[in-house]
């Protein structure tokens, strides 16, 4: 089930007006997520009229510039079930989190949905996590000692930060929410932090993760279907595949389109 606001393309791309009525609606109504939909199967075209909509917004940076603005997410058998390409339930997180140019805006784009009826992609609001925390978690969490894995040959988000506050001084979506389930068990080991109080933080990271795993709304695109979301405010994942997707041939697997957008007060670097 999901509160998220649904519209309709061509009201988006048509007019005297278009695409900029896009910008205020999804400030304003959507609060920071919409699903808009296309009444047309021709994939291509939605995805250029899609970057129109994105670039209503802010500028798009091409990742990998070779692959050009969209990334495919495809689905596979063959690698870590709980990762990008896996069958499994990826955890909420957001992308790229460790940048110092964190792209603020995700657009996913949905070419074929699971012929097996999984795959709903999650967002969960880290305003709210983070509201249902008590205050001392919130500090402890406000402190810049956390580090993760940075992506190697991306392009356009600035650089690694060595250390970093999970939460910023105040959530009011000036500065990304530094949040990842996936460092939890590191956590547990010891490992990404700089404290000297791992235990506690560690407590207070995993008391996030379980408001923000409560908070959690789920959307199963459709063909045709765009997904735009704040990711400085909402946390993404993505729930299980349907079973037997080694029985389904690749080609006919899910298939979404993946792009990025840094909105205008972005520019100029992050913290
Ligand atoms: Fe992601």
């Known amino acids: 089930m999901t509160d998220l606001l649904t519209l309709n393309a061509r009201e988006l791309t048509c007019g005297p007006s278009a695409p900029d009525d896009f910008a205020d609606a999804f400030d304003g109504p959507s609060a920071g997520r919409v699903v808009v939909t296309f009444e047309s199967q021709k994939h291509g075209c939605n995805l250029d009229l899609a970057l129109s909509l994105l670039s209503a917004l802010g500028t798009v940076p091409a990742l990998y510039p070779d692959r050009g603005c969209w990334d495919e997410l495809t689905v596979r058998d063959d690698v870590d079930p709980g ?51 008590h ?43 530094r949040f990842t389930s996936k460092m939890l068990p590191h956590l547990q080991r010891g490992e990404l932090m700089d404290s000297e109080t791992p235990e506690q933080v560690t407590a207070a990271f995993g008391r996030l993760v379980t408001a923000a795993e409560a908070r959690r709304t789920t959307v199963r695109l459709q063909p045709g279907q765009l997904l735009i ?43």
């Open 83 to 133: 990762r990008t390409h896996g069958v499994g339930e990826n955890r909420l997180h957001v992308d790229l989190v460790d940048r110092d140019r964190t792209p603020r805006l995700i657009a996913l784009y949905c070419v074929r949905g699971d012929p097996a009826g999984g795959g709903a992609s999650a967002l969960s609001d880290l305003h709210q996590a983070a509201g249902d925390l």
């Open 135 to 177: 205050e001392a978690d919130r500090d402890l969490l406000r402190r810049p000692a956390f580090s993760y894995f940075t992506d190697h040959g991306v392009n356009g988000v600035g650089e690694g930060l060595h250390r970093f506050a999970i939460l910023p001084e105040d959530l009011d979506s000036s500065q990304p929410i």
């Open 229 to 271: 979301f704040d990711q400085w405010r909402y946390a993404h994942g993505r729930m299980p595949l349907g079973p037997g997707q080694s029985e389904i041939p690749p080609q006919q697997r899910r298939l979404l389109k993946q792009a990025y957008g840094h909105r205008p007060e972005q520019v100029g670097g992050g913290r």
